[in-house]
């Protein structure tokens, strides 16, 4: 390659090419173990991941957040669940909708395990990764979420806002009630997890097919915890860290006590009787 060949020169080259075939020109003219260590993936044929994204009163932050999404360099879809927003969201979400991004709408309110559920069934990638509708987690992170799965190494994946990435520095409490329940749910389930409540996993498709969930609102986080630590088939684990840019209430933030409660009942409950 000449020495005057600029950026402008590459994204020329690159244009138009689909996902896989971007990465083929990075190892070719990096190396694949220098693609590796700046997060470009090479990814089996016929890949796709499905990103499913709650939505509920995001009016603020949803362009951003699809934005970020669709930047990424990663054969995806993208499910967007309208769960009864009235902020206008509602309303603005069938302009997203194309050939890679589908748009479902709830007629009630039902919580973000609800509106998950939804989106599951309309996956037809081959990982599933959540995706909350707000800043708080980044996209950009998509990489080295997926690559222990894409290595063969991993079934499913766990972000971690504690383990030594740059996150928002907010609330004592609320990073206590993580942590504690956290605690709880690893006594249940035996898993080692830093982070259980953490928005970013991803889960090989099948997984989630068979599995059958049921909680409607947080419940989902410490439900999908268990299962996956007692399902008949031994899922290998892993834990990544992520970054997180916590929101006040004033901007948005939805979790609050009652929900903390909600999830410790959740832990007892798929643990002991469901």
Request: net charge neutral.
């Amino acid at each position: 390659m000449s020495s005057d060949f600029s950026a402008e020169d590459l994204a020329k080259l690159v244009a138009g090419l689909s996902p896989t075939e971007k990465q083929q020109v990075a190892t070719n003219l990096l190396g694949e173990s220098a693609c590796k260590l700046l997060g470009m993936m090479k990814f089996p044929p016929g890949f796709k991941l499905s990103v499913v994204i709650p939505v509920y009163n995001e009016i603020r932050w949803i362009d951003e957040v699809l934005r970020r999404v669709r930047a990424q360099p990663i054969p995806m879809e993208i499910i967007l669940i309208d769960d009864y927003s009235t902020d206008g969201t509602r309303e603005k979400l069938p302009a997203f909708a194309d050939g890679n991004t589908k748009v479902i709408f709830h007629e009630s309110n039902q919580g973000k395990g609800a509106a998950l559920r939804t989106g599951f069934a309309h996956c037809t990638g081959t990982l599933i990764l959540v995706q909350d509708a707000d800043l708080e987690y980044d996209p950009a992170d998509y990489p080295r979420l997926l690559m222990p799965i894409l290595e063969g190494k991993a079934d499913a994946v766990f972000g971690s806002r504690f383990v030594g990435e740059s996150h928002r520095v907010l609330y004592f409490w609320h990073m206590i009630a993580n942590k504690i329940l956290t605690m709880l749910s690893n006594m249940m389930t035996n898993l080692n997890l830093t982070d259980m409540e953490v928005c970013y996993k991803v889960f090989r498709s099948e997984i989630l097919q068979g599995m059958r969930l049921k909680s409607n609102r947080f419940g989902f986080e410490p439900e999908v915890t268990a299962k996956i630590s007692r399902a008949s088939k031994s899922w290998r684990i892993y834990e990544v860290p992520v970054s997180y840019a916590g929101r006040t209430y004033a901007e948005g933030q939805k979790i609050g006590i009652k929900d903390a409660f909600s999830a410790l009942w959740c832990i007892f409950y798929y643990r002991f009787f469901d």
